[in-house]
């Protein structure tokens, strides 16, 4: 019984750190309605949480439209650096990387950011801090803690260390 036992919280344990590291997610820039003209990215933005080593997936027909990754001012003004290459494939996926903080992206097509085409989103690190200042920062006491215990990462830990306190008590 003893084994049996050991190896239903060895799955539970392994489950348990296996979802801390696979809670990366792909998002789907404007959901079903893709990266168009015509819509308003700041709104669908609301609300959503987006963190450090999630993918960003930008769908448009190829060709139509584009996505430059740029910086506040370059979101502001609609402008990017020259030399910056664009993602034109119309199926781009962005890993979402370094520390948290702001990440700006536009369509650099015509005068498609001037009408709205453009996103700009506030980056959270795993441990559910994130920061407003413009740019990324890895200064944890300029951020502010995110989700608190609702964050799933706080959560799966939390699973985890309820299974290694029932192994602790059953064996």
């Given at each position: 019984m003893a084994s049996f036992t050991r190896v239903i919280a060895s799955i539970a344990i392994f489950t348990a750190l296996a979802s801390t590291s696979t809670l990366a997610k792909d998002i789907v820039v404007g959901d079903e309605n893709g990266w168009k003209l015509n819509f308003d990215y700041q709104d669908w933005a609301k609300g959503k949480q987006f963190f450090v080593g999630d993918r960003l997936i930008f769908n448009y027909a190829q060709g139509a439209h584009n996505v430059y990754k740029v910086d506040g001012n370059g979101f502001k003004t609609c402008t990017y650096d020259a030399g910056t290459n664009a993602l034109t494939s119309g199926k781009d996926v962005i890993t979402i990387a370094g520390d948290a903080g702001k990440r700006w992206y536009i369509c650099g097509v015509g005068n498609h950011c001037?009408?709205?085409?453009?996103?700009?989103?506030?980056?959270?690190?795993?441990?559910?801090y994130s920061s407003d200042k413009e740019g990324s920062s890895?200064?944890?006491?300029?951020?502010?803690?995110?989700?608190?215990?609702?964050?799933?990462?706080?959560?799966?830990?939390?699973?985890?260390?309820?299974?290694?306190?029932?192994?602790t008590i059953m064996v």
């Open positions: 001037e009408q709205g085409m453009k996103l700009v989103i506030n980056v959270q690190t795993k441990d559910g890895s200064d944890k006491s300029a951020a502010t803690p995110s989700s608190g215990l609702l964050n799933p990462q706080f959560f799966a830990c939390m699973i985890a260390s309820l299974a290694v306190f029932l192994v």
